[in-house]
């Protein structure tokens, strides 16, 4: 870390610092300045106590970090990409994978009929909500268990694995038995207790960036899953949280891109909840295409006009269809192809 | 809810989105405008299903709810203020309280010392992290149930209720047995799975706002507490995450006051943490009571610069008083008094 | 426009809303309904007087515009692509122009060096700083006149067309007597005045967004240039200001989608300004051309280490080559063709 | 400046970097981590070149500024408090200043009432628009000359010096011939060459802070007009644009705080803008007195109901009379005293 001492700062007490820095274990290096003197103190910031307590010394003006916090996920030392297994999904590859189906199970009838709608289309993964969290105690929160039970049929009836969040530790076990993929949602993204008890179960986790969550704090929920043993993990860029109101959350791709660069972790992009709006889902799915990402997160629904979430942002599986139609070339340009759902169509 | 459509929806597609309306078991009202066309859903919005689905209809434009969706705890359905009571403290009426104590529980010396030091000064409640969210798994995240320990020696020894944060819902019950207030910190505002078992305890909630929270979700945050059935609400505000880079985050006074005056709950600034910097404490601790604040929430540690945690912003117990007698007055010109702790010395 | 009123307000509260909508040139619809009472104001809110003025009303809760405000840009209603000529580039057809150059002119020789190096490549027009609006007073502004001469000698030596910023009003002719397009810099992107006296030149006009402008403000500012008789416009993303720090703004696509579908003109992309950093160039770049843009802009300089301002997201003319063969396939694959600069190689 | 370089950078790669830093003026001096390597460069920041430019070098991972880049308006370098003088108002010492108007002068009468009403109520500086930005082209832009002949008036029949915003460099004579202070509006915050141009005047100038400005730009903004020999500048913080839509945007009192501490200027606050509800107009002004702020600016009509601009914001002389008898005694309790308007009545 770098620590940069007030102007004028006296002798006596850039030796305050220097034992300061001493005291948390570096070894301090001094340098006086023609206007300000910085204290860069020598050692390994992840294993060390934090140097941001020393600001509160009077004369200290700032501290600043300079090493990367992650090291489990980081490309640097582990140049391979990770490759997470779901059945007989390989995300992370040279395949790319598109998971799709409703925000929440409503019911059997809905859930089956568009995971065989979207199977058809070419997703390779059902997603559905059977735990919503929901801004609102009045809004409706899922099916709980009987939603669980109706993915298991789905999967049943179609052979695409499950992707679905859970949303409390007393959840886990039977999401768990249900699920082939464990989602951490935006507003659990940073609930790191939640993080290790998935990460126990040792299943695939499909981790959202949190509302406002900073590439290095998502990373870094990354790391607390990988640090648990658990290294099947999947970073989801759902949007994040700016002043524009033109879309539900503005889609970060640049984040896509970093987090491909940083990391080695598999990236999926949910341009549904980035955009909170359908019409703009293709060009959305592009963009996150070039960027780098490894596959999509699309919602549809057999009836988006009376869906019981998210209406605004769910397509019928056949606008889900033509938009896989539209996106495939894309795919191929970044120099992968399109998953082929295992008794489906595929978009090829 | 109003829906605008698309200019040049035809007769037949009104009457689509009419039926769509009177399905989800609202009256339309449509008014044939010059340039758009917009149907007035009437209905309690609060007790029927969203009519957002409606905007994956093709000749929806916009679906822009009219009604404050929380109830319970609105000021307009219930004037009076509510008031909290922990121990001898009653919160949110003419005295204004001051909450004080580490960041983290480190040991017990630094926790009873710091304890003993803030009551002198005068706070009367004490707060302390025994268990600690921390967005690197590498850093230090609290003692856990020794912290509780040293928490209920730090009560012993000083007299003042505890506040401490609790993580996870397997948690709540010994972090219960320990607090007095349990803390849901700003990565949970929005862990509605966990809000709903700390209100099962019904002991009194110290809610933060979300790191990006909007005002409505954080009122909507508080609801599901009261709904659970504990109307013992404390709102904390904390600063919200922007692209200014000065403070760790941004005090939103705006925040408190629109709390204050849309909600009945006390409302409770942590200066601290929206600073992210002691060297504005006195200001936004002035700026929030100016605002209507009813309590402040300091961190004060022995040594801040040997701090485990958040050292930058921990002050000394002799600095926190300086700071309390700094903000007395504005206190007093509020209308309201500051509390003297009940063995100490008190600020007056 | 929709007007919410306040719980509870009376019958002759609602007649007051009434009179004032009629008094500012509206027709007012009252809805009574189960909660709230909403009037609906019929009339054309682009030519008459903002209702937003009864929100002083003490029982008027919302005000909520229905109507997008711009009309010349819209797609809706000029349901072609506007292409704007540039010497014999033609901005916002099927052919893909790159505009690259240095951040500033420095000198002739770095300015002509620079501009024969990115037309070999295969940019097809020239960008360069002659005015460089600087956050601190002691950066570096550019060379001025002096620079807008050198530029005027690049184009000779290359026949590329120059885009170069105007900062000023009072210097609109000289930069028009010298550009072939006048840049509206982010931090003018909000100044009418400006907008206006650039626009009276009736030369093409590249507009950024603003450093925080909303899409409809973008938009917005488009359409004071297009009222003012100029339709020569072109739209410039470049990122916006978000809490993200990885990246010095937040390249927005969902905005770069959205002016697409509802403005009528071209969209060009600048990844440099977006990112900061010139390591996400090419995923930016690619994200962009995915989304929808009709052009990039690019910074590139022969020795960006030495840079007298932005180094840090410039690039050499063999990266910016580089950049071009890597983005030229997804070019294609959105059905358009990389331009091939005149004299020059271009990236077939 | 630091720079820091990627891991494993080689001796010679260290070795181009501290060429690098001397050929930009600097010296360098290299510190060798346990992890990484820094490079210090000492140097004064805001007389040589940017490093920033190094960035561009491969090995080069983050170059941070150290040293605060203003110096003129600093409070460091000028402990004394800048006291502004506007005919007999001095704005920045122990009296707190409130101005008063219109958001536009619409009318001879509808202004000339409302400075009445508002001198007559305390407050001792008229605002008032002649010029108005407007985000649509569609909207009312004031009354241009016309309005600043109706300022004359105004001040003419009740002493009041006018502060009223110049939008363009050529509009700057005539508005400085009407007015005593002029204001720089958000939209031109960042309009550095208008700057100069009202700098030259030698005149008050009020700098509103941008939209999205960070206290540093807004700071150097000031140092601008400083820098261009005039020192009589008030800073006006009117709230930032975040995520939150509660209000128009978000008051930061933590950057009226931040600069009175770091620079020696006045700063008033404009809860009107930062609110855009007149409803929040008390706590918010509270809360900018008690953050150290030397004044306010409040927007007040005759009729706000029927403003052609901004009613929301606006409320009637009376009102404002409220407003000012109740933050008196905050003004007060801040050390201040509420100044009295020469003719008018005052809070007292």
């Given at each position: 870390?770098?620590?940069?001492?007030?102007?004028?700062?006296?002798?006596?007490?850039?030796?305050?610092?220097?034992?300061?820095?001493?005291?948390?274990?570096?070894?301090?290096?001094?340098?006086?300045?023609?206007?300000?003197?910085?204290?860069?103190?020598?050692?390994?910031?992840?294993?060390?106590?934090?140097?941001?307590?020393?600001?509160?010394?009077?004369?200290?003006?700032?501290?600043?970090?300079?090493?990367?916090?992650?090291?489990?996920?980081?490309?640097?030392?582990?140049?391979?990409?990770t490759v997470v297994e779901v059945?007989?999904?390989?995300?992370?590859?040279?395949?790319?994978?598109?998971?799709?189906?409703?925000?929440?199970?409503?019911?059997?009838?809905?859930?089956?009929?568009?995971?065989?709608?979207?199977?058809?289309?070419?997703?390779?993964?059902?997603?559905?909500g059977a735990f919503k969290p929901?801004?609102?105690?009045?809004?409706?929160?899922?099916?709980?268990?009987?939603?669980?039970?109706?993915?298991?049929?789905?999967?049943?009836?179609?052979?695409?694995?499950?992707?679905?969040?859970?949303?409390?530790?007393?959840?886990?076990?039977?999401?768990?038995?249900?699920?082939?993929?464990?989602?951490?949602?935006?507003?659990?993204?940073?609930?790191?207790?939640?993080?290790?008890?998935?990460?126990?179960?040792?299943?695939?986790?499909?981790?959202?960036?949190?509302?406002?969550?900073?590439?290095?704090?998502?990373?870094?929920?990354?790391?607390?899953?990988?640090?648990?043993?658990?290294?099947?993990?999947?970073?989801?860029?759902?949007?994040?949280?700016?002043?524009?109101?033109?879309?539900?959350?503005?889609?970060?791709?640049?984040?896509?891109?970093?987090?491909?660069?940083?990391?080695?972790?598999?990236?999926?992009?949910?341009?549904?909840?980035?955009?909170?709006?359908?019409?703009?889902?293709?060009?959305?799915?592009?963009?996150?295409?070039?960027?780098?990402?490894?596959?999509?997160?699309?919602?549809?629904?057999?009836?988006?006009?009376?869906?019981?979430?998210?209406?605004?942002?769910?397509?019928?599986?056949?606008?889900?269809?033509?938009?896989?139609?539209?996106?495939?070339?894309?795919?191929?340009?970044?120099?992968?192809?399109?998953?082929?759902?295992?008794?489906?169509?595929?978009?090829?």
């Amino acid at each position: 870390m770098i620590i940069v001492l007030k102007p004028h700062t006296s002798k006596e007490d850039v030796a305050v610092v220097e034992r300061g820095v001493v005291d948390l274990g570096y070894e301090p290096h001094t340098i006086w300045g023609e206007v300000l003197t910085v204290v860069a103190a020598v050692g390994d910031e992840t294993t060390h106590a934090s140097l941001q307590a020393l600001l509160s010394l009077p004369m200290v003006d700032k501290v600043m970090p300079v090493q990367r916090p992650y090291r489990l996920i980081s490309r640097e030392t582990h140049p391979e990409s990770t490759v997470v297994e779901v059945g007989d999904c390989r995300i992370g590859g040279d395949v790319f994978h598109v998971i799709a189906g409703p925000c929440s199970v409503e019911s059997r009838e809905q859930t089956v009929n568009t995971a065989l709608g979207v199977k058809a289309q070419g997703a390779t993964l059902l997603r559905g909500g059977a735990f919503k969290p929901r801004t609102s105690p009045y809004d409706f929160r899922g099916l709980g268990q009987e939603g669980l039970d109706i993915l298991v049929e789905a999967r049943r009836e179609t052979g695409l694995p499950i992707v679905t969040e859970v949303l409390k530790e007393t959840d886990v076990d039977r999401v768990a038995a249900a699920a082939d993929v464990l989602q951490i949602g935006a507003r659990n993204a940073l609930n790191y207790a939640l993080l290790e008890v998935v990460a126990a179960t040792g299943m695939p986790i499909l981790l959202k960036r949190g509302l406002a969550a900073t590439v290095e704090e998502w990373l870094l929920a990354a790391e607390y899953i990988v640090k648990s043993g658990n290294p099947n993990v999947m970073l989801c860029e759902r949007g994040i949280r700016t002043y524009e109101t033109a879309t539900r959350n503005t889609l970060d791709v640049s984040a896509v891109a970093i987090a491909k660069q940083e990391s080695r972790l598999p990236v999926i992009v949910d341009p549904s909840h980035a955009a909170g709006r359908c019409d703009l889902l293709i060009p959305l799915s592009k963009a996150a295409i070039a960027a780098g990402a490894d596959g999509l997160m699309i919602e549809v629904h057999e009836h988006p006009e009376a869906a019981l979430s998210d209406g605004a942002q769910q397509v019928t599986p056949e606008v889900f269809g033509s938009i896989l139609r539209e996106i495939e070339p894309f795919v191929r340009t970044a120099g992968k192809r399109l998953a082929v759902s295992p008794g489906g169509g595929g978009a090829a």
